[in-house]
C-alpha cells in the first residue's frame, strides 16, 4: 500500500508573493514520509534533528531507524539538516546535483578541521555541524534510481538547481508530486512564480510546466498539500518568465 503524510509544512524565510522584502521567519522545506511496502522514505528532513525527531514522533508511529531511505529533492544544504536521525537509511539524490555536491564537500573538508577547537560558542558549534553534515552527505549520498519504490517515481524537475527532483506517487485516484523547491508555495503555483536563487529559468519554468501537466495534487516545497487548480491552463503564466 502507497500512502504519504506530511511530517512539517516547509516555509520560506521572506515570502515575496506576501509583500516581505526580508527575512521573518526561520526558512525550511517541507518534510513528507512516504510508504510503499516495506519501504519508508523521508523526503528532505529539513529541520534540524532537535526539531525534527519530536515531529517524525507526533506524526507518525515510525520511528528513526524504521526509516529506510531519505531522498533529497535538490543538493540546497537546506534540505537536508536533519539528516543524521537516520544514518541507517540509503541517502538519495539526483545525478546531476548529488555530483556538485560531491565536489564542493571535497572543497570545503578543511573547513571542518574548525572542530578541533571545541568552541563552546553555539553559533560557531551551529556552523561546524552544519559543515559536517554538509560534508557527510556529499560522501554518502548515491544517484536515485528511476524508481525508489513500487509506485514512488523520480520525475527530474532540472532549472532552480541543475538536478532538482521530485517523486511522483501513482495511486488509483490521483497522480501526486513531490515538487521540492521546483515549486514552493500555493501563491507561486497560482502566479506561476518561480524561486530564486535559480540556476536556469528556462529550464525551471519548464519544469513547472511539466509538473501542472502531469500531477492532480502537489505537496509543495515550502507549503502544504494542494490540489492542482491549472492543469491544462499553466502557458500564459511562465511564457512571460517571472522569478521571485
Not at 69 to 78: I, Q, R, W, Y
Not at 117 to 123: I, K, L, V
Amino acid at each position: 500500500m502507497l500512502q504519504f503524510r506530511v511530517i512539517s509544512i516547509g516555509a520560506l524565510s521572506a515570502h515575496p508573493l506576501w509583500g516581505e522584502k526580508t527575512a521573518t521567519r526561520e526558512g525550511h522545506c517541507t518534510t513528507t514520509l512516504v510508504e510503499s511496502g516495506n519501504r519508508k522514505i523521508i523526503v528532505d528532513p529539513s529541520l534540524p534533528p532537535q526539531i525534527l525527531l519530536p515531529r517524525l514522533q507526533s506524526r507518525t508511529g515510525v520511528t528513526c531507524d524504521q526509516i529506510t531511505d531519505v531522498f533529497l529533492t535538490s543538493k540546497n544544504p537546506g534540505q537536508f539538516r536533519g539528516i543524521t536521525l537516520f544514518p541507517n537509511a540509503s541517502w538519495w539524490m539526483a545525478a546531476a546535483d548529488r555530483e556538485t555536491l560531491a565536489s564542493v564537500s571535497e572543497e570545503v573538508e578543511r573547513f571542518a578541521e574548525v572542530d578541533a577547537m571545541q568552541s563552546g560558542d553555539a553559533t560557531t558549534r551551529g556552523v561546524i555541524d552544519y559543515v559536517k553534515t554538509s560534508l557527510e552527505v556529499g560522501r554518502r549520498v548515491k544517484d536515485a534510481p528511476d524508481r525508489l519504490a513500487d509506485g514512488v517515481d523520480l520525475f527530474p524537475l532540472p532549472g532552480v538547481t541543475p538536478g532538482t527532483a521530485g517523486l511522483l506517487l501513482s495511486i488509483p485516484s490521483s497522480t501526486i508530486l513531490i515538487t521540492g523547491d521546483a515549486i514552493v508555495t500555493e501563491e507561486h503555483l497560482a502566479h506561476g512564480r518561480i524561486t530564486t536563487p535559480c540556476e536556469d529559468i528556462e529550464r525551471a519554468q519548464e519544469s513547472f510546466r511539466e509538473a501542472v501537466e502531469i500531477a492532480d495534487v502537489f505537496v509543495l516545497g515550502r507549503d502544504n498539500v494542494v490540489f492542482n487548480p491549472m492543469r491544462g491552463s499553466f502557458g500564459r503564466f511562465v511564457t512571460q518568465g517571472k522569478i521571485d
